[in-house]
Structure formats: C-alpha cells, structure tokens
C-alpha cells in the first residue's frame, strides 16, 4: 500500500506527468528559492527530489514581495513528438484589493534537470496555468480568469487561448469556457487533457480550503462547450453537497469533515500508465484538531483511479473521499535515495533540499572556505522581504528534532546566527547568539514574532569564542528550544512555543506555504558577518500522526 502523503510537508498544487518509465512532479514553492521542486518515481510510491526549474534568483526577482505571492501552481507536461517537457508557471505579484496580478510564464527542457530554456510570456489574465499539447500538434493554455467587477461571481471562470510555438505567444485573448461542475465556487487549477473522442478539463472547485474538491467535465470540442460529470466532485475531503458560489473565500473551515484524515483534498492532476491503470495527485493538509490549523502546509497525496465504461475518471473504490492508504501501482518497486538525516556539509555543493526565502541559498552559505562546514554570511533581518539568509528545509512532521553545531564571533548586538522554526517573515522563533551589552558578553536568547510582535526570552551569557550546540524539538502542539556547551547536555532556553500558530489559518501575514526549520545569520551593519556550521541533523518520526 501507498501510504499519504507521499510528499509530507510543504508541497502544494501538484502536477504530475510521465516519460516512459519514469514519472515527474511539480509542485509550488511560492516565495521560496530555488522554484519549483521537480520530484522523482518510478512505481509512484518512493519520491527523490530531482531538480528545480527556477535557479536563477533574478527571473523571477522575487525580492520585497510578501509572503504568499511568488511562485504558483506549476503544470508540468511532457510532449512525447517533440521529446520535451514544458513547464507553465505563475508569478503572482500583488493581491491588494484582490486583484491578482499574475503573469504567466512558459520553460521547456529536455531533461527536467535542465537547463531549462528562457522563459517565455504568457498572459496575466488569471492564475493556474495550464498547456495542453493536442494530437494535431495545436497547443491551448488554460487558466482561471480572475474576476474583479461588482455583480459577477467570484473568483471568475476557466478561460482558453491557444499558444503558439512558433511565434511563442498566445493567438488572440482568453474566452470563458466553464463555471465549475459543482455549486461550491471558488474554481480554480484547470488542466485540461485528451483521452478518446473527448477533452477532458479537471478543475479544483470550493477553494484551496476545508471544501476544496476536483471535478471534471467534457467536450467533443477543444473550445467547447463543456458538460459536468455526472458525479462530481470526484475526489474531496467533505463529500456534503454544498453551494457557495457566493462566497470567494478559500478556507471555509465549517466544512472540516472529522471522518477524513486528508483535510482540503483538492488541485488534482491524473497521470494514465502504460497497463491501463490511473492515478491521481491532489494536495492535501492534516489539521491539529479543534484548532484545524496546518502546520505543515498543503501536502501532496495520490489516490488510484479508474475510468468508467462511459468514460468519466472516479475513485477506483467508487467512492470520493480521499484515501490515506492507496494500492500500490503493479510497478516494479524501485525506492530512491531519500533526504539524508544529518548533513555534515561534506560535499562542495549544498544538498537540492534546502530553500531560502526569496534569494538562492548560495547567495551566502559558502561550503568552500571552511571544508566540512556551511558559512553562513549574514544580511538583513529575518523579518525582511529583501535579502534574509535562512538556509531551510520543510518541516515533514510535528514530531522532530533539529540540531546543529555552531560557531560565531558577533562583535555588536546587530550580529546574531542560529536555529530558527520558520512560517513566514512575520511568524518565527529563533535561538540566537548574538553581543549582549547589558550582559557585556555573548549570550543566546529566542527571539519570537508573531504575527509582527515581537517578543524576547531566556537571555543567558556564554563564552565567547567557543562552540555552542543548538537543538529545536517539535513534539505536536508544542516545541521548544536547547543548547548545550559538548553536544551531550542539553538545557532547555526561553518557553514552550504554540506549534498550530505556525499555519495559514494562525498567521495573518502569510498563506498557502509552510513551516520551515534551519539555519540563519544576520549582520545588521555591513552583511559580511559570517556563522559556521558544522553539521545539520534534521530527525522526524512521520510514523506520528497529527492530533
């Protein structure tokens, strides 16, 4: 059995395709860098990440933007005629006065480990984009339609425009074709797909929230019109018929549904296999319950599938609830090299599974001076939407331990380096060293921002110029922060910190992402203050489930 989440932790919006044997997938990063993470299969059960499309920080410059924007819902494809994969993505710039102003973007490769070709435009008419290569060579780009005007349904509708290769543009402007094959609103993800004498078009409906479903519709025509299946939604965590057209809100918690461990099942992309069976992958969240705050952000699960004598994709169990265990593919099993537990920053180039906020990693960890260890060069505030050097990885459960082994010299009380648990620039506790003058001495403390307050604990002094261990335990609802002077006593410092407020539903600064754990510095003066690392243990139980 496949059991979900097949990718835990932050992994959004997936979007799944196949070559041959081997299957890829995409999933959103938002403000995080490098940009979409491509994963890795061969039997749809073990993952590997495998690449990133987006590895230049400065297309797309995702400096000063809030959290929430950036990066959105990448639709990976394969064309088997010309032998290339194409990545459609979307850079979501402002949503103030709901707007949405997105632009749409077009890369193509021949491997997905690139390179990754220059990017081409699209259109900012809506977010979700998605390309669709026809048997006759036409390809048509698919997106929703975000809809501004007073006394039109919110968000908006699904639109189509067809884009052409040779000219590399969109021919003519996007037209409406679909409203949604439920009452729930908020539609959005289209992907729209060929299968017999039918277009298929899988759409997420109720937004990415407590009522968030896919459904699916059909059309002999390209442009349509399109028919609704006849039992959407296909797939869902709250199967409760429900009509909310006229609500543009996303989250909709009153339909957490109790009896489904996968909350917000929804954002799906099916892939069919070469002896005839169907899979599907739609993100998903796991709740702390009654708070129902998602810690560990939208994740991506995958359910079995089956098309029906008439020609409609269901559940293969005929159901619509999303499944925590799935039956596994018949694929030869072929696991892959998993995210290793400690990093001793041995190799000369940082692992592919570290993220910093906005800017590339490498724009200040520096693995060559000082060999065996990660030098972390400090910059502005970890508060800022500029340049914060946190050298992250997500958080895969709430039950974790994370330790590292420091050393730092802060000369002035604007240098201080540490473990930090991280949501977004607004939210986050950080165990610091840093130059006391009340104490006159270096000392460590935790720093925690909430929702933009600011607080201060446990300001102990240590000795200067020797190393400091730094530890950070998530056990559920609770996690805290301890040091030690040798790496085998560990004393507790500051309190006990609330883990649910790391979540979309807590944080008022930040959406759609997830919580992050790692490594920071900052120099407040001259950005050239530096922190070694010697090593980066990160330890959790997945075995554990939510509460």
């Known amino acids: 059995m496949i059991c979900n989440p097949i990718l835990p932790g932050f992994n959004p919006d997936p979007c799944v395709c196949r070559k041959g044997e081997d299957y890829f997938l995409a999933v959103s990063t938002f403000e995080w860098m490098p940009g979409i993470p491509i994963y890795h299969s061969r039997d749809l059960k073990h993952w590997e990440i495998y690449s990133h499309v987006l590895t230049d920080d400065t297309r797309p410059d995702l400096r000063r933007l809030p959290s929430a924007k950036g990066i959105w819902a990448p639709c990976l494809t394969y064309c088997e005629e010309e032998d290339l994969f194409y990545v459609v993505y979307g850079v979501m710039n402002s949503m103030n006065a709901r707007y949405f102003d997105v632009n749409n973007y077009l890369v193509t490769a021949r491997d997905p480990r690139g390179p990754w070709s220059e990017p081409v435009y699209l259109h900012s008419a809506g977010f979700d984009a998605s390309l669709f290569h026809d048997s006759d060579g036409r390809k048509w780009l698919v997106s929703l339609d975000w809809e501004t005007r007073a006394g039109y349904e919110k968000p908006g509708a699904i639109c189509l425009v067809e884009y052409d290769p040779q000219k590399r543009e969109i021919a003519g402007l996007p037209r409406r074709v679909w409203r949604g094959g439920t009452d729930r609103g908020c539609i959005e993800a289209p992907h729209l797909t060929k299968r017999g004498e039918y277009y298929y078009l899988m759409c997420a409906e109720g937004g990415t929230g407590y009522n968030h479903c896919v459904t699916m519709a059909r059309s002999r025509h ?326």
């Open 222 to 547: 390209v442009d349509g019109p399109y028919e609704g299946g006849p039992e959407n939604p296909i797939l869902t965590s709250q199967p409760a018929p429900s009509n909310e057209r006229a609500d543009p809100d996303h989250l909709k918690p009153k339909y957490y549904n109790p009896d489904s461990v996968l909350q917000k099942s929804g954002h799906g992309s099916y892939v069919d296999l070469p002896n005839g069976e169907t899979y599907l992958v739609h993100l998903c969240a796991r709740p702390f319950v009654p708070e129902l705050r998602c810690t560990l952000g939208r994740e991506t699960a995958i359910q079995k599938m089956r098309w029906t004598e008439d020609g409609w994709l269901r559940m293969a169990d005929g159901g619509r609830l999303a499944k925590r265990e799935v039956p596994e593919p018949a694929l030869p099993p072929c696991p892959l090299p998993r995210i290793p537990e400690k990093d001793d920053f041995d190799s000369p180039t940082l692992g592919n599974f570290y993220y910093a906020p906005r800017i590339l990693p490498e724009r200040f960890v520096d693995l060559a001076s000082r060999p065996g260890w990660a030098r972390l060069r400090g910059q502005e505030a970890r508060s800022s939407l500029n340049e914060v050097s946190i050298l992250a990885r997500k958080l895969t459960s709430v039950y974790a331990r994370v330790t590292t082994k420091m050393e730092f010299r802060p000369l002035v009380h604007q240098h201080s380096a540490g473990l930090i648990l991280y949501y977004d620039n607004m939210n986050y506790v950080n165990l610091r060293k840093y130059r006391s003058e009340s104490l006159d001495s270096d000392a460590l403390s935790v720093t925690r921002m909430e929702n933009g307050e600011r607080e201060v604990y446990g300001r102990t002094p240590v000795e200067a110029g020797v190393p400091v261990w730094l530890r950070l335990e998530v056990e559920g609802r609770r996690c805290r922060f301890l040091w030690s002077l040798d790496g085998g006593q560990y004393r507790p410092i500051g309190p006990e910190f609330d883990t649910t407020k790391f979540s979309d539903e807590y944080c008022r600064y930040g959406e759609f992402t997830g919580t992050m754990v790692g490594l920071t510095c900052a120099d407040r003066v001259l950005h050239r203050q530096y922190a070694d690392f010697d090593f980066f243990e990160y330890i959790a139980d997945t075995s554990r489930e939510v509460e």
